[in-house]
Each structure stands twice: as C-alpha cells, then as structure tokens.
C-alpha cells in the first residue's frame, strides 16, 4: 500500500489542502486505486513556504494544486512508488 498524505496544517489549509484532499478522494476510485493507496491527512510537513505539500511514500510534492492530484495518481498507478507493507 503506498501511503498519501496531505499536509493539514496553516500554511497548506490556507493554500488550499481541503480542495486537494477532495480531488485525491475523487479520483482514488476512477484510477481504480482504493486498495493500493492509503489517503491521510497529517500537520506540518516541514515545507511551509512551498504550500500545499504533500508526501506520497518517501517523496515530497510541494505546491500541489487540485490539478496536479491526477498527475500523482498516474504515477501511483504505474509502480513509481514503493509500497509499504
């Protein structure tokens, strides 16, 4: 399972979280993905100033905008990222 999570915090809710957190829950079942993601939602992720941050396994997305959420998907869904067990 490769775990998604979007930064909650200030910075990132001003910037936007809520509306990326909605395109992630969206799109997770139009890529056909529930049972290969793990969406969650955690503070502070250490990139304030790049908001909305978000992690997906180890690597770090900074600036997401809802628009970006279907790029991530895409690469979810083509093994780019290694699975947690």
Excluded: N, R, W
């Amino acid at each position: 399972m490769v775990e998604i999570t979007v930064c909650v915090g200030s910075s990132c809710h001003l910037k936007g979280a809520h509306d990326v957190i909605k395109q992630f829950q969206k799109l997770i079942p139009e890529y056909q993905l529930e049972d290969k993601v793990e969406l969650k939602a955690g503070f502070c992720l250490g990139k304030c100033t790049e908001a909305v941050t978000v992690k997906v396994g180890e690597e770090y997305f900074t600036s997401l905008t809802p628009d970006d959420v279907q790029q991530v998907l895409e690469a979810v869904k083509k093994g780019a990222f290694k699975e947690e067990k």
